[in-house]
């Protein structure tokens, strides 16, 4: 039978996954700050994004392991068509955009010796200008930061709307 909940393993990565992905976004607005990458508070910073980076993407690479070796409920249904086929959709988004986030900052942290520096105590480049890695990181921050809105909007509206119970699916209880 279909169970009416997500495996309680893919529960506690995708809460935990929440917590450290706004973590990383928060401690990434810290690594813009106009303040000069010598600072010591700009290194804890940095040690703390790209800690939280590498961490959500080995988590990320554990969900996708236990997601399609657990059952899980069946889809959710709106009533809207569109919604419903747009819903996995966004859904499937949401890992691409977590694991291009993950790759993009590894591959600014190589172009850069930012790694070196933040993890090994290396000297910590001046600036990431001209560094296209940084161009797409931020990109891929502002469509991820999108996507998460509209997730939470969804559920919300599920929740709060259309009362359908929904959120219950990815919380902890009897399958």
């Known amino acids: 039978h279909m169970p009416k909940r997500y495996h309680s393993a893919l529960v506690f990565l995708h809460w935990l996954m929440a917590l450290m ?45 236990v997601r399609a070796s657990t059952a899980h409920p069946a889809p959710a249904t709106t009533g809207i068509a569109l919604a419903d086929r747009l ?6 988004a949401l890992y691409l955009l977590v694991l291009a986030m993950v790759g993009s900052g590894v591959a600014l942290s190589l172009a850069s010796g930012l790694g ?22 931020g990109v891929i921050a502002t469509l991820l930061m999108i996507t998460i ?12 709307v259309r009362r359908d119970g929904l959120l219950s699916r990815m919380g902890f209880g009897k399958r």
């Open 21 to 65: 992905i706004i973590a990383a976004l928060v401690a990434g607005t810290f690594v813009l700050a106009p303040v000069d990458n010598s600072d010591p508070a700009k290194l804890l910073s940095f040690q703390m994004h790209m800690g939280l980076g590498l961490a959500i993407g080995a988590l990320l690479l554990l969900r996708l392991i």
């Open 87 to 92: 819903a996995p959709l966004a859904h499937w």
């Open 116 to 137: 070196n520096a933040v993890f090994f105590g290396g000297e910590m480049p001046a600036n990431f200008n001209g560094i296209a890695a940084r161009t797409g990181h």
């Open 149 to 160: 809105g509209l997730h939470i909007l969804a559920a919300l509206w599920h929740q709060l």
